[in-house]
């Protein structure tokens, strides 16, 4: 079956350590996204990327990093800048955003 | 830009009651329309999308939603609700050619028995 795989769905880390949050397609989208959701403030866009090692920076880049060496992965690195990585965190893919994206299930970060 | 302003952040409804989810856009060209569903640690799920045609979409599931362009609207319907559709709904929107979806705030919609 087709679909987004994100791994793992739950993940610890101690404060000041990098953390990779893996994203999976074999929907041979283009396009791929990664959101951060908290309580009450939506989905707010972290990164996306269009095409294979391109990608842009969306509204609340700052202390992420990502990468698209290859069509079906767009890994997200939450770094120590990210004044606060405890959040849920949601990659999508699609064709072009005409069409609306397809969703992982989540990685919900904590870090203690 | 476009802009998405879902105007309640929780609706709390009884079983088998109507309800109706609120959905604003602002845009300057024409929109394609979306909602979508996410239950508790889930990922967001599409429901139903406008893109052209019938202002008037379905999904398989009883909800429905209605493109009104006077009033920049895309609210989503359901006749009569069941427990199982307890969860949170979002509504979004793009232009022909945009590189992203612009998401509204979400709405927590919660069924009482």
């Known amino acids: 079956d087709g679909g987004i795989t994100q791994s793992p769905k739950y993940l610890f880390r101690k404060e000041g350590q990098n953390v990779t949050l893996s994203c999976e397609q074999n929907?041979?989208?283009?396009?791929m996204y990664w959101y951060r959701q908290d309580p009450g403030q939506g989905l707010r866009l972290i990164y996306y990327?269009?095409?294979?090692?391109?990608?842009q920076k969306g509204d609340i880049a700052e202390g992420y990093s990502v990468s698209r060496e290859k069509k079906e992965s767009f890994p997200l690195t939450v770094t120590s800048a990210q004044k606060n990585p405890t959040a849920f965190y949601l990659c999508a893919s699609g064709t072009g955003s005409d069409y609306g994206y397809t969703f992982g299930s989540g990685t919900r970060l904590t870090v203690v | 830009a476009q802009s998405v302003t879902q105007l309640d952040s929780q609706v709390p409804v009884f079983e088998e009651a109507p309800v109706e989810l609120r959905c604003n856009y602002s845009?300057?060209?024409?929109?394609?329309l979306f909602w979508y569903v996410q239950y508790p640690n889930q990922g967001l799920q599409l429901l139903l999308k406008y893109l052209s045609g019938s202002t008037l979409v379905e999904s398989i599931n009883g909800f429905e939603a209605e493109f009104n362009k006077s009033q920049t609207s895309f609210h989503l319907r359901k006749p009569s609700v069941h427990i199982s559709d307890t969860a949170e709904y979002f509504c979004?929107?793009?232009?022909?050619?945009?590189?992203?979806?612009?998401f509204g705030q979400g709405t927590r919609l919660t069924i009482n028995p």
């Open positions: 979004a929107v793009t232009t022909r050619g945009a590189q992203k979806l612009v």
């Open positions: 845009s300057s060209v024409s929109v394609y």
């Open positions: 990327s269009q095409i294979v090692n391109d990608f």
């Open positions: 929907l041979n989208h283009d396009a």
